[in-house]
């Protein structure tokens, strides 16, 4: 009996090991989920985001209490929005340097335009939920200026122009 336990706790194990992975550059990948949304087909959606830019954080509200702007010019995080329906978050960006760009650095999202509604899918590990999926809804303030809204959370972000030159990679989710 406790053999077979043993066994089974391997495989399931092994199972919940299998639905992701970390890529080269440490960030995780989600390999499949039930609870993945569709890729974006919808082309109203370029009239909301630029997949030619970036879009940097500058302020997060939260209904918790105050979030410092030091904490976010500190540690600057941009969104890069590509055409398949992946969207990367990014660290560290270093805009010298082409490689810092490359989607395999970046944390990875999905984005979907149903029903006149942009949803924005962010997907990560927690030993409480397993595999998480969070879902939050971006709103275009102007024509530079994008809002992402979860419950408690309110982030602003700007478009931020970068090179075409930059504009060579592609996602690796």
Request: glycine share 4%.
């Amino acid at each position: 009996m406790k053999s077979k336990l043993i066994v089974l706790a391997f495989f399931i194990s092994g199972a919940m090991i299998s639905c992701s992975s970390l890529n080269e550059f440490g960030q995780r990948r989600n390999k499949f989920s039930i609870e993945k949304i569709k890729p974006n087909t919808n082309e109203e959606v370029y009239a909301l985001i630029d997949t030619a830019q970036l879009y940097q954080l500058v302020s997060i509200e939260s209904s918790f209490g105050p979030v410092t702007i030091e904490k976010v010019k500190n540690n600057p995080s941009y969104l890069k929005f590509y055409s398949n329906g992946r969207v990367g978050e990014f660290e560290n960006i270093d805009f010298n340097n082409v490689e810092t760009l490359n989607p395999k650095r970046a944390k990875s999202h999905l984005y979907r335009l149903k029903k006149g509604k942009l949803i924005l899918q962010s997907y990560f590990k927690n030993p409480q939920c397993g595999e998480c999926f969070v879902k939050q809804t971006i709103v275009k303030n102007t024509d530079s200026q994008i809002f992402i809204l979860s419950e408690n959370y309110k982030k602003i972000y700007v478009k931020v122009e970068i090179p075409k030159a930059y504009l060579k990679y592609q996602p690796d989710w």
